[in-house]
């Protein structure tokens, strides 16, 4: 008999998991969708041998259940179906901020029922499952989040999602669950709301639109993400907000810093150095996205 995956919400994460799933492993999968649309296409598709707009039915036929909804409402619907839990069934998350739900989690897991976070580092500015595709996590990084210090948590459940991952053609990488928000408010978090500031600088004001049609690569690339669900990133974004805030007072010291090269009486030797310490890190960045 066949493990089945239950995935709540199929939008690009979900959606694109369930289609790695069917394509990749030996894993049943089953979905929930709000929308009776988003469950017919799942089905139309093939990724889902059956999908629902009633969580109840997936939770009930499921052994390993993927939440794949934003982190609050991830964290909400926990905490109303926690008692449909059995033990010995996986619960799992994708959300980018994991305080909230995590809390949830603890706060409700029945006795016996395991839990190992995730998040698939994947995604793109343009959501919902006509986005999704099964070669999302490829060449992509699959954090898998460690806890041994819950009773809940389960070094043979993180193997299983280690090798989920893998199969998918992601890189994965272990990372204390404490520490996954502070990582991911440099790298993910911070740099959404940098990106949010270029397109309110550039773009924004009585000239913005004239101003837009003057540029070019280096816009589009810089305010790409920002171009994603605001509503989901509101969630991200305040779920996380005590590291968010951190690393936004470092911006504000890497911003004075830049303030006083530009005016240095050095010719730009320092803005220059700056710019090279940049390229480095950038590069050293592409290196390892290539391994």
Same mark, same amino acid.
């Given at each position: 008999?066949?493990?089945?995956?239950?995935?709540?919400?199929l939008?690009?994460?979900?959606g694109?998991?369930?289609?790695?799933?069917?394509?990749?492993t030996?894993?049943?999968?089953?979905?929930?969708?709000?929308?009776?649309?988003?469950?017919?296409?799942?089905?139309?598709?093939?990724?889902?041998?059956?999908?629902?707009?009633?969580?109840?039915?997936?939770?009930?036929?499921?052994?390993?259940?993927?939440?794949?909804?934003?982190?609050?409402?991830?964290?909400?619907l926990?905490?109303?179906?926690?008692?449909?839990f059995?033990?010995?069934?996986?619960?799992?998350?994708?959300?980018?901020?994991?305080?909230?739900?995590?809390k949830?989690?603890?706060?409700?897991?029945?006795?016996?029922v395991?839990?190992?976070?995730?998040?698939?580092?994947?995604?793109?500015? @343009? $959501?919902?499952? #006509?986005?999704?595709t /099964?070669?999302?996590?490829?060449?992509? *990084?699959?954090?898998? &989040?460690?806890?041994?210090?819950?009773?809940?948590?389960?070094?043979?459940?993180?193997?299983?999602?280690s090798?989920m991952?893998r199969?998918?053609?992601?890189?994965?990488?272990?990372?204390?669950?404490?520490?996954?928000?502070?990582?991911?408010?440099s790298?993910?978090?911070?740099?959404?709301?940098m990106?949010?500031?270029?397109?309110?600088?550039?773009?924004?004001?009585?000239?913005?639109?004239?101003?837009?049609?003057?540029?070019?690569?280096?816009?589009?690339?810089?305010t790409?993400?920002?171009?994603?669900n605001?509503?989901m990133?509101r969630?991200?974004?305040?779920?996380?907000?005590?590291?968010?805030l951190?690393?936004?007072t470092?911006?504000?010291?890497?911003?004075?810093?830049?303030?006083?090269l530009?005016?240095?009486?050095?010719?730009? @030797? $320092?803005?220059? #150095?700056?710019l090279? /310490?940049?390229?480095?890190?950038?590069? *050293?960045?592409?290196? &390892?996205?290539?391994?």
């Amino acid at each position: 008999m066949s493990t089945t995956v239950g995935i709540i919400g199929l939008g690009l994460l979900g959606g694109s998991m369930a289609k790695a799933l069917r394509a990749f492993t030996d894993y049943e999968v089953i979905g929930y969708a709000r929308r009776q649309e988003v469950c017919d296409a799942a089905l139309l598709d093939g990724c889902v041998s059956s999908a629902s707009t009633d969580v109840t039915d997936i939770i009930e036929n499921s052994h390993i259940v993927v939440f794949a909804l934003p982190p609050d409402r991830n964290a909400k619907l926990f905490t109303e179906t926690a008692h449909l839990f059995r033990p010995g069934m996986v619960v799992t998350d994708v959300s980018s901020a994991k305080r909230n739900f995590v809390k949830a989690v603890y706060d409700a897991i029945p006795e016996g029922v395991r839990f190992v976070s995730i998040h698939p580092m994947a995604g793109s500015e @343009r $959501g919902g499952f #006509e986005m999704t595709t /099964k070669e999302l996590f490829r060449h992509t *990084t699959w954090i898998v &989040l460690d806890d041994p210090s819950k009773a809940c948590w389960s070094e043979q459940v993180a193997q299983e999602l280690s090798n989920m991952g893998r199969a998918f053609g992601a890189r994965v990488i272990h990372v204390l669950l404490d520490e996954h928000d502070d990582y991911l408010a440099s790298v993910s978090h911070m740099p959404h709301l940098m990106a949010a500031t270029v397109a309110v600088v550039g773009g924004g004001g009585e000239d913005g639109t004239f101003r837009m049609q003057l540029a070019a690569g280096g816009f589009r690339d810089v305010t790409r993400i920002c171009a994603g669900n605001p509503s989901m990133w509101r969630e991200i974004l305040r779920g996380n907000r005590e590291a968010v805030l951190r690393e936004l007072t470092e911006v504000e010291t890497q911003v004075a810093r830049l303030k006083e090269l530009l005016v240095a009486d050095d010719e730009g @030797r $320092g803005l220059e #150095e700056y710019l090279r /310490k940049a390229k480095a890190i950038r590069d *050293t960045f592409t290196e &390892l996205m290539v391994k």
